[in-house]
């Protein structure tokens, strides 16, 4: 249950943070206090940490690698 809870609250802050929102905003959004366990939570769920995974939605050929470093959550395609 707190797996799928948090799996959920990701999504949601992804989905934030696609909006444009600032990641210490979307941590308090997802009600996540403090915004570093928040970036902490979402690089180990997304494989990446917030401010690149806005980075990669607004500049994508700025990633060396040329694809998203995690998993794109915002259209519910979220896997463990």
């Known amino acids: 249950p707190y797996r799928y ?3 959920e609250r990701m999504k949601l802050a992804a989905q934030r943070l696609a ?3 600032p990641p ?3 941590a308090d959004e997802v ?3 403090d915004p570093y366990h928040f970036s902490r939570l979402f690089k180990s769920i997304m494989g990446t940490s ?5 980075r990669f939605l607004i500049h994508p050929t700025d990633n060396l690698a040329g ?3 995690g998993q794109i959550v915002t259209t519910g ?3 463990p």
């Open 5 to 7: 809870l948090l799996q």
């Open 19 to 21: 909006a444009g929102h």
């Open 24 to 26: 210490h905003q979307v």
């Open 31 to 33: 009600g996540m206090r």
């Open 50 to 54: 917030p401010r690149d995974f806005q």
């Open 67 to 69: 694809q998203f470093p």
């Open 77 to 79: 395609n979220m896997q």
